[in-house]
């Protein structure tokens, strides 16, 4: 089994540093995924939560974690419906900001449901169709990346599709489950998508979701909405601050199922924001610094009461163009 397990594990590794180092990780990586899958593989959990009232294709928890209203497919009514604008990185509370042009495109998003974590990869097709597309899922551990099985990851996969803002295109969201001790266990974890040529294994597109784990919760890494609305207010008014721009991230917690997990010193309505610097980056690692951080209001969320001592702290990511780029 865990043979077997290796062998479908494919490392992809810029690292020179020989055979050894490789067969390690996916040894590593391997019994990592095989001992989360069977203590969890044997329990059935509550099926997993896939009502979705406005029928835009996100489902009203993941709503609920991203901000967007559940009740109205298009939240800001700009023609694009939350799904297309998550898909095709746009910013669904904002209506002045729409898709770019492009023909396929993919992002990735979590919740937590049930003692699972979900993740959703939001897809826009344009006019191609589901069979069209392979899609594959990894995770940076330290310095490397490592491919999780399909047969993994697609075991417990829910899928659905609906029409896109144009014409004969068309979206689809593919939610799949990880056991949450996967983030417990390695505390930040990046998971990639990509979408792939499904003729010629070509990958066409790619996405990454930064998780952490603090206090037996897991976050999520946001971007959507406030670095937008900041990028327009530095655009037009330059802000203030100095030359080097800061991207913000929201640190949003996104507990295994209501706000059981939640410590009750947290902050309701909050989350955590950070203000982050590029501290390094080579092989498509990309170091951020965390340079400004605090409580902010208006999500249905929570905020750590440590949120402010971030600062200093340092967190590794990957570049998505690296996984498209070759
Ligand atoms: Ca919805
Ligand atoms: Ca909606
Ligand atoms: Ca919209």
Known sequence: M??????????RTQDPRGVFAKVAFIATLGA??????????AVLANPIDHADADG?????????????????????NDGYSDLEELARHSEPKMSQSTPLPSTLDLALTARGDSNRLVVVFAIYLGDLQPADINLSMGVLLGNRMGDIPPWYFMRDAWM??????????????????????????????????????????TALAA????LGSQSGVIFM?????????????????????????LSGSV????????????????IPGEVCYQKTQVVGAGGGIITHEVVEAECRDGWDAYCKTDCASSVGSTYDTLDPAVLVGG
């Open 2 to 11: 865990n043979n077997e397990l290796r062998a479908q594990t494919v490392v």
């Open 32 to 41: 990592l995924l095989l001992l989360l899958l069977l203590p969890n593989g």
């Open 56 to 76: 835009d294709g996100i489902v009203d928890a993941q709503e609920q974690v991203l901000s967007l209203n559940q009740n109205q497919a298009d939240t800001d």
């Open 160 to 201: 659905t599709t609906v029409p896109g803002n144009a014409p004969g295109t068309s979206l689809m969201v593919v939610e799949t489950c990880l056991p949450p001790n996967f983030v417990h266990a390695l505390g930040n974890v990046s998971l990639y998508g990509v979408l792939e040529d499904a003729q010629t294994g």
């Open 207 to 210: 996405d990454v979701v930064d």
């Open 221 to 245: 890494r946001a971007t959507p909405p406030i670095r937008s609305i900041h990028a327009q207010v530095g655009g037009i008014g330059g802000s203030g601050g100095g030359s080097q721009p």
């Open 251 to 266: 640190y949003l917690p996104i507990p295994p199922g209501g706000d059981g997990d939640i410590p009750m010193s947290w």
